[in-house]
């Protein structure tokens, strides 16, 4: 099949739409044609990738009054997608985010060619809300998300909790289907068993338990209120070290809430392959987020043998609900973090480096591409079939 996978953000920029596309193009690029199209500048980043990449030209709104709203990519085609590739016919269209204006003009530019939607996502405006809902999101869904389910073949959504939100704004015909994200599960299968090298690598001393948080500095992921907590368990105790990597918005401020902390460290942004050895290394995977889809680093602490803290919010419940290496942060606050990272810490069991739990094997890209390739030959036949009906 030729594959078109639209999507607002691309590697080499950092995140989960970007890293759930790019493995999903490696991973069809096996068997199809891929090409992806998403708003970029060409930088002769996927010069060497097996697949091809096109960027459009962009403009983003002003960070006012939610700073998301940079996320919000709008392509500057000056044409449909099926004037600006009319060239190139694809067999199925894949569109990544439904917050995205590029995924608005490719679900009403790619009129008779099978639609699928991944949802990256429920709410996504209001940074500062915890589960992220706000009235004017509410609008937006009932207009323009209606729109887009109307138009496309399949809904799948990273869990049950994300299809299920998808369900409310829908016509019957839609295709519903639950994929989760994919991780590299025999990369940590055969790392598990170098963690105390990658605990030296990083410094990390041997009698004291790490505390991860791996993302961007942004007030959707409550990095300000763990950077309250972390001074109040510091002044509390002596057996733990905080790691923070990643980087965003909100990092000056970070810095400076934690300036003078011995034990609260920044690594800055890693590259995604010299990822795991810091999951591996590490004991404790933070995530205090206001609003989640399915974060990737979750699963990847999953096989990484962490114990898991975060709050309960988006699809991260559907996921970790038979996990049992895990602790729940009850709200929002800087006091309820703080809570659960001591629950955890007092109660912490020892990581054993023998193999990725059973729990985390759903979660390999080979499964989760030939999954994907499933709701394509649905599609292609769905469309096939009411053809022949119409004809």
Request: net charge positive; hydrophobic share 40%; glycine share 6%.
């Amino acid at each position: 099949m030729k594959i078109f996978l639209i999507t607002p953000h691309f590697a080499p920029e950092v995140g989960g739409i970007e890293h759930h596309v790019l493995n999903l193009a490696y991973g069809l690029s096996e068997r199809h044609q891929v090409k992806v199209i998403t708003c970029g500048k060409n930088n002769g980043w996927n010069a060497h990738t097996p697949f091809e990449v096109v960027r459009l030209p962009y403009i983003t709104p002003p960070a006012y009054p939610y700073e998301t709203l940079s996320n919000f990519k709008i392509p500057n085609i000056g044409a449909h997608f099926s004037e600006v590739l009319r060239d190139d016919t694809p067999d199925v269209v894949h569109i990544h985010g439904h917050h995205y204006p590029i995924s608005w003009f490719a679900a009403t530019s790619f009129r008779n060619t099978p639609l699928a939607l991944t949802l990256h996502g429920m709410y996504a405006l209001n940074p500062n809300r915890p589960r992220g809902k706000t009235f004017l999101e509410e609008v937006f869904n009932k207009t323009i998300f209606s729109f887009l389910l109307q138009r496309v073949d399949a809904v799948i959504g990273l869990t049950p909790t994300i299809t299920n939100y998808a369900r409310q704004y829908s016509c019957d015909e839609t295709r519903f289907y639950s994929i989760p994200n994919g991780i590299d599960l025999e990369l940590y299968q055969r790392s598990l068993r170098e963690r105390m090298r990658y605990r030296l690598e990083y410094e990390m001393p041997s009698d004291k338990n790490v505390v991860l948080f791996i993302g961007r500095f942004s007030r959707a992921k409550g990095v300000l209120e763990l950077a309250v907590a972390i001074r109040s368990i510091l002044r509390q105790r002596k057996d733990v070290i905080f790691m923070l990597a990643g980087g965003g918005p909100n990092e000056s401020l970070l810095r400076a809430m934690l300036k003078g902390l011995e034990e609260a460290k920044f690594v800055g942004w890693l590259p995604h392959r010299n990822i795991h050895k810091l999951e591996i290394a590490a004991d404790v995977l933070v995530m205090p987020s206001k609003w989640e889809a399915l974060p990737i680093t979750m699963i990847e602490g999953i096989a990484a043998q962490m114990h898991i803290v975060t709050t309960p919010v988006g699809g991260i419940v559907d996921i970790l609900k038979n996990y049992k290496n895990k602790t729940y942060i009850d709200g929002f606050t800087a006091t309820s973090v703080a809570l659960a990272l001591n629950k955890a810490l007092d109660n912490l069991p020892r990581k054993e480096a023998k193999s990725v739990p059973d729990f985390a094997r759903p979660f390999d890209w080979d499964n989760i591409v030939r999954k994907i390739e499933g709701v394509y030959r649905a599609i292609v036949q769905f469309n096939e079939e009411r053809s022949v009906l119409h004809a």
